[in-house]
């Protein structure tokens, strides 16, 4: 036997340890690294198919320690502890379930875990790129809540069920796609903004509570949903409408203002309070036995009437004026506080009631709460504090908890305020008020229990509860019962005084006809009072299906015509009927449209229905917008239509309409009609008037329209109109009529004009400085009258955004009164910024204009042969001869006189003026060239253009209109150009521009 030395012994110890560990990494293994502190105690939940195989931890430290775990134990037998020996711990087995929660764990990798089906590393450090589970592709339940992660791909796990990442504040979005299996996805506390629609087949509870969602899609990717948290996002819509099997919904606390559940029938919880809900539509839901709506914007009616199963109603901090508790046998818990509740009655209760908070209801007198404390039945449970809350109700101080009949000692009502007892709550006169519409009968509870109920015609306890039976005639709709003036709309009330008057309301019911081609694809568009239940249609088969429509934003429904009448019932805001013919999404192509009853409806549009033809206008005596251009119609009354703003009838065959009625109309639109004459003189707040292609040759009332802004009368038989009381008008287009003058003097906010194809030849403009568009073509104006046009045209103002290349049309290609523009001088009107369509050569005049640009450094001025002097802005007839005399200033010389942008050789001879001419006086100091032009200074040196003044903008072109040069916001400007010539733009701060001949040598 070879005796080993103390040396060798350590060594064959060392080298079976790794070679130990090396056997252990050919195993399926899992790495954790951890921050846990040495020495700390560390506990595991490992578990593998069978007790038979050993479970091998190295705790850090290259030691093994091992045992065996039942895979059926838990709690403590299915624990494996330990003592963190160094930072990185290796399980060693083949595992099916790992927990490994608050930990510290900041890296975890799994290798050759086939078998491993949960996984749970809660509360731990784990980051996306720290997190390795390839190794464990059979997956099923893995938990990651509370770590470090980020955005991650899970898409290689197809066997996930259960999958939970909340409270991972970087999460913004997860890759779940082709997970088949997966049941349930926890989002929650996370950053998600976006999720994603992609088919999860088998998705049951999906939680994406608390996070920043404006919206999600959910389609039909989800079929078998039947959980969803979505509360504390800012979503302002959901659509569920695919969702049937939904159970469980939280929504609240989000920006919604519809909530459409109609389609989710097996609805057990619905929670979405803190929205902006203005109504809510529960009828569907019948399974519902917990429902909390409290916090909306107001909702005003909630019908629970076919909750048979609720148990649990909040609907605090609403404008809810009734509750029907006639089928809420099984309520538990009420909170109605902050509503606007008159009474309560609980009757129908089956002795399950725990819980009722009706603090804060205003109408809620004494004598209703007592009627309430008097149907009140046994306290179910036991009570240590106020469970029967009224506090903040004007009767509770004087309520009588005595009326609670239905006590017992155990399990007493214990009422936050208890009143004294000094209501009056006696029988007292009413007067009721019939109808020839309908009828009604009324009962009151005569008991102190309230469960019976007899007829009633002159006398009524006051706070006790009424009921109404009621039969309204064919045709008619109950729609409430007045209380002194006040509508209640159900057929249940109170009276809080003596001598109260009783009536009921019967009205025709609200609905809309259309009358459309059987076959016909629809896609109308509603919005609906606030408060509103929503639209029933029936569709042209007689079936009458409900919609739930939105009260803020437009519903569209797309629907096949199942017949030729399509009948809308229920109250209408917004109705969009528009088709658009071959060059829209939708044709609607209706045929007609009868209102009735639609009190509620503001605007109604019916753009391009050219089968309509009639139109009735009484049914909506509070219309405000009305679109029904291009429908065909011939007569059109709007005389009741008091409150109409807008109204556009153009492409119509109306040969009159009167709008004298129409006070507060702001936008009159009737072009493409037959229409002669036209009154306005009622129409004071017109702002936008357009009445072109008409037969109109006078309009009256234009002198009281001082609001006017846009004014198209084109293509009429107007010889004259007097536009001088219209001050704000912006845009004005008389185009194709029969005008001889035109006086704008007054018009100075005028930014576009359109009088073309008339007969005027003379306008002064120079008042309007803000004119950035004028057409004017068509005139039969002569070279000199275009050119005195020309002449009194302001300086050319910008228009932002405007596309045309051209901001002067004086002519266009075919006309039989064309202006003689080809000969008109247009460059008066281009050294004002104006670009003329078409540019004349000046020889049609036997008069021109002289322009005398401002000499800063000497002065420039021009003498007729008898002497006298030719001012700037004269016009001086053509081959007159003109003495030029230019005197430059103390340290400047004269260096040129220029004529149109040449120089004049010989200041001696004198200047024969053969068309308009701007002179111009050139100095020089030094070897700087300088040309002062009023207060944009430029100046020409070696081939350079210097601009020596703070510009918005300066541009530099050559004849042919290319760009030369753009710059702006600068104090000075050197530009660099070849010999020749050029026009130079200079837009100061205040937007006006300055445009300029200039000739570089």
Not at 46 to 51: G, L, M, R
Not at 302 to 322: A, W
Not at 478 to 496: C, E, M, Q, T, W
């Amino acid at each position: 036997m070879v005796k080993l030395t103390k040396l060798q012994w350590l060594v064959c110890f060392l080298l079976a340890s790794i070679l130990g560990v090396q056997a252990q990494t050919d195993k399926p293994v899992v790495t954790i690294r951890t921050q846990l502190e040495f020495g700390s105690a560390i506990t595991l939940y490992p578990k593998t198919e069978s007790y038979d195989i050993p479970i091998s931890i190295d705790f850090g430290d290259g030691q093994l320690e091992t045992k065996n775990i039942d895979p059926n134990a838990s709690g403590y037998f299915s624990k494996f502890e330990g003592t963190v020996k160094g930072e990185v711990i290796k399980i060693y087995a083949p595992l099916t379930k790992l927990e490994a929660d608050e930990l510290k764990i900041t890296s975890i990798k799994l290798l050759q875990q086939d078998k491993l089906k949960y996984l749970s590393l809660k509360k731990n450090l784990i980051t996306k790129d720290q997190l390795d589970l390839v190794g464990a592709p059979s997956l099923e339940t893995l938990d990651l809540s509370y770590n470090k992660m980020s955005s991650f791909d899970f898409r290689p796990f197809t066997a996930l069920k259960v999958l939970n990442i909340s409270h991972n504040e970087s999460v913004g979005n997860i890759l779940v796609e082709g997970l088949e299996k997966i049941e349930t996805i926890d989002l929650s506390y996370c950053d998600v903004s976006v999720f994603y629609p992609v088919r999860l087949p088998n998705l049951r509870s999906l939680d994406l509570n608390h996070n920043t969602l404006m919206e999600l899609e959910l389609g039909d990717n989800y079929p078998m949903l039947s959980s969803l948290n979505v509360s504390k996002n800012e979503l302002t819509t959901l659509n569920l409408s695919k969702c049937t099997e939904l159970a469980q919904l939280n929504c609240d606390s989000n920006a919604m203002a519809t909530l459409d559940v109609s389609a989710n029938v097996k609805l057990v919880r619905l929670n979405c309070a803190v929205n902006k809900l203005k109504s809510l539509n529960v009828s569907h839901n019948t399974e519902l036995t917990g429902l909390s709506c409290g916090f909306n914007d107001g909702i005003s009616a909630l019908d629970i009437s076919s909750l048979g199963k609720l148990s649990d109603l909040s609907c605090e901090s609403n404008k809810i004026d009734f509750l029907d508790l006639s089928n809420a046998t099984y309520l538990k818990r009420l909170n109605a506080s902050g509503n606007e509740l008159a009474f309560l009655d609980f009757d129908a209760n089956g002795g399950s009631l725990q819980f009722v908070d009706v603090r804060d209801n205003k109408n809620m007198t004494a004598c209703s709460i007592n009627f309430m404390f008097m149907t009140l039945p046994v306290h179910n449970g036991r009570a240590w504090s106020a469970n029967l809350l009224i506090k903040g109700c004007p009767g509770a101080e004087q309520s009588d908890p005595s009326k609670i009949e239905m006590q017992s000692e155990d399990t007493p009502w214990i009422l936050d305020v208890r009143g004294d007892q000094s209501a009056t709550c006696d029988q007292v006169p009413i007067k009721i008020i019939e109808s020839k519409n309908g009828t009604m009968s009324l009962t009151q509870s005569t008991n102190k229990y309230g469960q019976e109920y007899r007829p009633i015609t002159d006398k009524a306890y006051i706070g006790r509860l009424i009921k109404a039976e009621i039969k309204a005639n064919e045709g008619y709709e109950f729609a409430g019962i007045k209380v002194n003036d006040k509508l209640f709309r159900h057929n249940r009330f109170v009276i809080s005084e003596a001598n109260s008057t009783i009536e009921p309301v019967f009205l025709l019911p609200s609905i809309l006809t259309l009358k459309a081609k059987k076959g016909h694809d629809l896609s109308i568009a509603f919005t609906v009072p606030e408060g509103s239940d929503g639209l029933t249609i029936d569709w042209g088969d007689g079936v009458r299906m409900p919609y739930n429509i939105s009260s803020t934003s437009l519903t569209r429904l797309d629907h096949k015509a199942l017949g030729e009448t399509i009948k809308i019932e229920g109250e209408i805001k917004h109705a969009m009927l528009d088709s658009y013919p071959q060059v829209g999404d939708f044709d609607n192509d209706l045929q007609g449209i009868e209102i009735q009853s639609q009190s509620k409806l503001e605007i109604l549009e019916l753009f391009m229905n050219p089968g309509i033809k009639k139109l009735d206008l009484r049914g909506c005596p509070n219309l405000q917008e009305l679109n029904c251009e291009f429908c065909g119609i011939e007569t059109l009354d709007v005389s009741n239509l008091v409150e109409l703003k807008t109204l556009r009838c153009s492409g119509n065959e109306l040969r009159s309409l009167d709008v004298k009625n129409l006070v507060n109309l702001e936008d009159l639109g009737i072009k493409k009609n037959h229409i002669s004459e036209m009154d306005l003189t009622a129409n004071t707040k017109l702002k936008k008037l357009e009445v072109h292609t008409n037969q109109l040759s006078d309009i009256k009332g234009l002198d009281k329209l001082t609001e006017l802004e846009m004014f198209n009368a084109s293509f009429n038989n107007l010889s004259n109109i007097d536009v001088s009381k219209n001050g704000k008008l912006t845009a004005l287009y008389l185009s194709g009529n029969q005008l001889e003058k035109l006086d704008l003097t007054n018009n100075t906010s005028l930014v576009s004009l359109h009088f073309d194809r008339n007969k005027i030849k003379h306008l002064d403009l120079s008042k309007n400085i803000n004119l950035g568009a004028i057409h004017c073509e068509s005139n039969g104006m002569t070279a000199c009258e275009l050119n005195d046009f020309y002449f009194t045209l302001p300086q050319h103002k910008a228009i932002p955004d405007y596309q045309q290349n051209f901001t002067l049309f004086v002519k266009e290609a075919e006309s039989d009164s064309h202006n003689q523009a080809e000969k008109a001088a247009s460059l008066i009107a281009s050294l004002k910024g104006w670009k003329v369509n078409y540019e004349g050569d000046g020889t049609g005049c036997n008069e021109a204009y002289i322009q005398i640009l401002p000499a800063e450094n000497g002065a420039l001025s021009l003498l007729k042969s008898d002497g006298g002097e030719v001012k700037s802005g004269d016009k001086v007839k053509v081959d007159t001869p003109l003495t030029i005399k230019a005197v430059a200033n103390e340290g400047f010389h004269v260096k040129h006189v220029r004529a149109n942008g040449k120089n004049i050789e010989d200041l001696t001879i004198p200047y024969v003026l053969k068309g308009f001419t701007v002179f111009q006086l050139i100095t020089q100091q030094g070897t700087a060239v300088w040309v002062p032009v009023e207060e944009n200074i430029f100046g020409i040196s070696n081939h350079t253009i210097l601009v020596n003044c703070k510009a918005q903008a300066v541009s530099l072109y050559d004849l042919m209109g290319n760009t030369i040069y753009k710059g702006g916001k600068e104090d000075s400007y050197r530009i660099e150009v070849e010999p020749g010539a050029y026009i130079l733009q200079i837009t100061n701060n205040q937007n006006n521009m300055r445009a300029y001949k200039v000739i570089v040598e």
